[in-house]
């Protein structure tokens, strides 16, 4: 099974601040990796697909890049509204998730 | 409008069975695969069991494999998930999930759960 470690568990950060997120898998993944914004009580919502691509209706602030092992999801300017947990899942072989990294206000 | 509905969640004994259901619409169900995620409480994100479009084919974690089984409607736009032999760790949110297209990759549109609780 592929394993995907998330860095950092928690982060803390100000409105307007970047913001990156890294995942790394135990295997490569060529590019077969999505990310994903969970805000609790709602569905989770699709930010990034095939590592780079923009989910549809996301706003540009947000994107993804890397191949093979390590990827990483980038906010360019916070917003009050990007606090959340993000979620890195890959789909080359069977699927899974990260872990999990919480977005939180400083 | 994609829409994804799901039904059936509730409390049940360890040992006991439950169905979970997940309407769809808005969008040619027959034509995407689907997946069955769940959050159990203060935990992330778990794969738990897709399908392909026709139904012939499906996957489950070994956490649910035997235990679990995923089946689809395409003419009444429902998948579901019969759920036997609940454990305690299977308390969790269901979500329902669907793939962009015929092939399970990634998710494009997820439902908004329903909550199996798990306890004597």
């Known amino acids: 099974d592929i394993h995907l470690t998330q860095s950092p568990t928690t982060l803390s950060a100000s409105v307007g601040d970047r913001v990156t997120i890294t995942c790394r898998a135990s295997q490569s993944l060529d590019t077969w990796l999505a990310w994903y914004q969970h805000k609790p009580g709602k569905a989770p919502n699709l930010l990034i697909f095939q590592a780079s691509s923009l989910g549809p209706g996301v706003p540009p602030r947000f994107s993804g890049s890397g191949s093979g092992t390590v990827f990483t999801l980038t906010i360019s300017s916070l917003q009050p509204d990007d606090l959340a947990t993000y979620y890195c899942?890959?789909?080359?072989?069977?699927?899974?998730f990260g872990q999990g990294t919480k977005v939180e206000l400083k | 409008e994609v829409q994804l509905l799901e039904s059936g969640g509730g409390s049940v004994q360890p040992g006991g069975s439950l169905r979970l259901s997940c309407a769809a619409s808005?969008?040619?169900?027959?034509?995407?695969?689907m997946t069955w995620v769940r959050q159990a409480p203060g935990k992330g994100l778990e794969w738990v069991s897709s399908i392909s479009v026709s139904g012939a084919t499906t996957f489950y974690s070994d956490s649910v494999k035997g235990r679990f089984t995923i089946s689809r409607d395409n003419s009444n736009n429902t998948l579901y998930l019969q759920m036997n032999s609940l454990r305690v760790e299977d308390a969790a949110i269901y979500y329902c999930a669907k793939s962009p297209k015929r092939v399970i990759a990634y998710f494009d549109f997820w439902g908004q759960g329903t909550l199996l609780a798990v306890s004597s």
């Open positions: 808005g969008f040619s169900f027959s034509n995407h695969a």
């Open positions: 899942q890959q789909y080359n072989n069977n699927w899974t």
